[in-house]
């Protein structure tokens, strides 16, 4: 039936930008779900998939905003606990263990080191661990030198 002078509603579109918008219940959910998988201050595997499977059979209210928050924050964690050393030659196993050593203190147990070969280095080292970067190779000082005139 149809009634005349009256128009069809429109429904209102929402951009990717708003579909894709955490709430703050559900970053906060998150965050507890992320706290509740540390351990001694370090991410435990076991529990994170614990925590997931429990979301999954529980499925609360935006679920799928939890999870995706929560993978969020998981990624920057392990980002954040990712070492990755370059150097321009193999370095031995008693300068690894003197790296390892030096970032155990400064970042703590837990770190994912990682040790790489990069040849256009020249020379020296490059450290990242997370956001930070300790560069001391022979590159990065001919870059600088080369900036500097």
Avoid: W
């Amino acid at each position: 039936m149809k009634i005349s002078g009256a128009s069809p509603k429109k429904l209102p579109v929402k951009s990717p930008l708003e579909l894709m918008k955490t709430s703050k219940l559900a970053r906060r959910e998150a965050k507890e779900l992320f706290r509740s998988c540390l351990v001694n201050g370090l991410l435990d595997e076991n529990r994170v998939r614990q925590a997931v499977a429990q979301v999954l059979t529980a499925k609360p209210r935006s679920f799928i905003a939890i999870l995706s928050h929560f993978q969020r924050l998981v990624k920057l964690d392990l980002e954040r606990r990712a070492a990755k050393i370059e150097s321009a030659i193999p370095l031995t196993e008693d300068l690894k263990g003197s790296v390892r050593a030096s970032l155990g203190r400064v970042y703590g147990p837990g770190l994912n080191i990682s040790f790489s070969q990069n040849p256009s280095l020249l020379g020296g080292m490059r450290i990242k661990v997370g956001s930070d970067v300790y560069d001391g190779s022979v590159q990065a000082r001919l870059a600088a030198l080369q900036e500097s005139f």
